[in-house]
């Protein structure tokens, strides 16, 4: 049974910090990418941050560049969101994902900001005020 579960989700104020986590089972070695996105009411979804599981290759979105940190432990199947100097506009819905890198015909491959994600949490809240 494929499983992503976010925890760590809370209110803080602008300047402060939180700390995401994402509990995963089941999943497959094919599953080589990680995502956290994020959804604010009335915007689309949005990836904030990527890692891949085997290089541990990471990737982050202008947005939030230098400001959060992706990170996982492979042994025990989690990875975190380290999100420091947190601003209003980073109030949203945090989900994580799983999938696959984006593969071409010519055997090369895109990173894991552009892979195809079909395995979802339920998400988790983050309110900055």
């Known amino acids: 049974h494929v499983q992503l579960v976010e925890s760590g989700g809370g209110s803080v104020q602008a300047g402060g910090s939180l700390r995401l986590s994402c509990a995963a089972s089941?999943?497959?070695?094919?599953?080589?990418?990680m995502g956290w996105f994020r959804q604010a009411p009335g915007k689309e979804r949005e990836g904030v941050a990527h890692?891949?599981?085997?290089?541990?290759?990471?990737h982050y979105s202008d947005s939030v560049k230098g400001r959060f940190t992706i990170s996982q432990d492979n042994a025990k199947n989690m990875m975190y969101l380290q999100m420091d100097s947190l601003e209003p506009e980073d109030t949203a819905m945090y989900l994580c994902?799983?999938?696959?890198?984006?593969?071409?015909?010519?055997?090369?491959?895109?990173?894991?900001?552009?892979?195809?994600?079909?395995?979802w949490g339920q998400g988790t809240q983050v309110t900055v005020s």
């Open positions: 089941g999943l497959s070695v094919s599953s080589n990418c």
């Open positions: 890692i891949h599981r085997r290089d541990g290759i990471t």
């Open positions: 994902a799983a999938g696959k890198v984006l593969e071409f015909s010519d055997g090369s491959s895109a990173g894991c900001e552009r892979g195809v994600y079909k395995i």
